[in-house]
């Protein structure tokens, strides 16, 4: 889904806006490797951008064709795991990771009630759960993606997340939504030091993506503040 434009700061009339879609069209190989990496005769789903540097170490910053793209780290890698793990999935590619050593979680009636509902759909999409008793689960493998994230807390509270009553949003079916969960999860948070070579591997991964625009839950990946915009915003016109 594509957010339409929007203006970010109404009260001084900012050039800021939720970045749209390029018009496509077919670009020539372009060697300079300060811009995300050109393929001949590929429809371009992202602008050709320059990494600048990082603000905040929160967001991309970014020289495109037209002035300035601002770039969520969090939700662009959101969108890149997102979509890696839904191709996997259709593709029957192994999408876990078996721990070392099971986390031990301790539920209640209600929240085992709703994990047994729903224990088949997790193992589709990476779980590996044994339940010894009628309040003990044993978490023995994981999503892939979440090994290096996830502690008894953060499991508990995600598999909460992931059999709540359904609510689709922006996905088409349960296993998607989960999925969308899970790569909010995992994906690199704000405050989060990124290299310049990370940054243009990131962007030119989130080119791949099918839907480079929004992440997960509809939020935009990138603002782009356009140079005419930019001149008006100093005075210079």
Not at 125 to 143: H, N, W, Y
Request: include cysteine.
């Amino acid at each position: 889904n594509v957010v339409q434009p929007s203006e970010i700061d109404d009260k001084h009339g900012s050039a800021g806006e939720i970045a749209m879609p390029p018009q496509r069209h077919e670009t020539p190989l372009n060697n300079n490797n300060d811009f995300t990496s050109d393929t001949v005769n590929v429809l371009r789903r992202l602008p050709r951008l320059r990494v600048v540097g990082q603000l905040s170490q929160s967001y991309i910053v970014t020289e495109g064709e037209d002035g300035m793209y601002l770039i969520d780290q969090h939700a662009a890698h959101e969108r890149i795991l997102l979509e890696r793990m839904v191709a996997a999935m259709k593709a029957q590619a192994p999408i876990s990771q078996h721990l070392l050593t099971p986390i031990t979680i301790e539920l209640v009636p209600s929240e085992m009630e709703a994990l047994e509902n729903h224990q088949q759909q997790l193992t589709h999409i990476g779980f590996a759960l044994e339940i010894p008793d009628g309040k003990t689960l044993l978490v023995q493998a994981v999503p892939s993606v979440l090994v290096k994230h996830m502690n008894a807390r953060s499991l508990h509270e995600l598999l909460i997340d992931l059999t709540a009553p359904e609510s689709l949003g922006h996905t088409e079916t349960w296993e998607e939504r989960a999925l969308a969960n899970v790569a909010c999860k995992a994906a690199i948070k704000a405050n989060y030091f990124l290299t310049t070579s990370e940054m243009r591997e990131m962007l030119e991964q989130l080119e791949q993506t099918q839907a480079p625009y929004s992440c997960c839950h509809g939020r935009p990946t990138m603002i782009h503040f356009s140079l005419s915009a930019l001149e008006r915003e100093f005075g210079r016109r």
